[in-house]
Each structure stands twice: as C-alpha cells, then as structure tokens.
C-alpha cells in the first residue's frame, strides 16, 4: 500500500476522498462553532462563542491518521460542546471548485460524520495571506508564523462565516 503525505494508506485514503458529498446542513444559531482550516498535514481550528458573535483562534492539529483525527476533533467536540462545523474551501477566482476544494469538501463530510455534528462549507480564499500579513505585522518569527499560521486562517475563515450569517450574505458581501 502507498502512504500518502498524511500518513493514509492509498485505500484509506480514497474511501476518504470518495465519501458522499452532502449539502450544507443548516446549523443551530447558538452554540459553539468549530471552525476548521483543511490541511493534508495540519487542520487550524478556531472556536466561536455561544452566541456565534466572534470567533477565536483554536488550536493547530498535525494530521496523524484517520482514527486518531476522528477522536482529536470527537475530543474537541466533546470539550467545548461544539453545535456544527465550518469548513473553509479554497475556491478559484473564478468561483470553481478545484482539487484542493474537493479535498477540502471530502474533509468536511468525513469529519461531520466522525463528530455526528452538521457542516457548512464557506469560502476561504486568501485566508491564510491574510493571516500571515496579521502575523508579520505583529513581528512574529517566521518559524512562529507557521505553528500560528493555521489557527489564525481557521478564525479569519470563522469570523467572515459569523459576519456573513448575521447579514444574511455571502462572505465578503457589503452590508
């Protein structure tokens, strides 16, 4: 079997890319968020609060394998009584879904099934150059930068999610 860069066996990992693509589910309007920034090698988390108002940088997971990432984030879960899942996918310019947008959705679908919480997926493009501009005006070390980089791509995409749903809009839409 071939391990793929995540630690996944090949077969693994295509039942992991073939999972049902589901619909955004709808999410409750209070309760804690999990916000999830995809990554073959890392996942940043960000949480929101009760009144899903503001989100706060997590935590940055290192991927293992899929049983160990499955009771990471049933932990997380669990921990801070999460009520749904906010997946970043990294669209096009142009709107399209790519390969890494499909990862991305394939992530999202497997990890609602492994929490048993709904999920929705949100826009997340330039959320980790915004990040890292955030960071390099904060004067943070470039070897800092990518420990913190995730995480904070994972409350920028969980904020623009928050902001959006309470103007009824799109991410990024003027009010």
């Known amino acids: 079997m071939v391990r793929t860069d995540c630690g996944f066996s090949q077969s693994v990992f295509e039942l992991f890319m073939a999972s049902k693509s589901q619909p955004d589910q709808p999410l409750p ?6 916000g999830l920034d995809y990554g073959t090698k890392r996942v940043g988390l ?3 609060n009760l009144d899903q108002t503001i989100a706060t940088p997590h935590e940055t997971y290192h991927r293992r394998d899929l049983v160990q990432d499955a009771r990471y984030l049933a932990r997380v879960v669990q921990e801070y009584t999460v009520v749904g899942l906010v997946v970043g996918l990294p669209v ?8 890494k947008a ?29 990040a890292n501009e955030h960071l390099a005006a ?9 420990a913190l980089r995730d995480m904070l791509a994972a409350q ?3 904020q623009s999610y928050l902001d959006s749903t309470r103007r009824n809009s799109e991410p ?3 009010a």
């Open 138 to 146: 904060a004067q943070v070390s470039p070897k800092k930068r990518q």
């Open 172 to 174: 990024g839409a003027l």
């Open 102 to 130: 499909r990862e991305a959705r394939a992530f999202g679908n497997w990890a609602a099934q492994a929490t048993g919480k709904p999920v929705v997926f949100t826009d997340e493009r330039y959320t980790t150059a915004q």
């Open 156 to 158: 920028i995409l969980l």
């Open 46 to 48: 960000a949480l929101s």
């Open 92 to 99: 096009h310019m142009s709107g399209d879904e790519g390969e």
């Open 29 to 34: 309007t209070r309760g804690r968020l999990l």
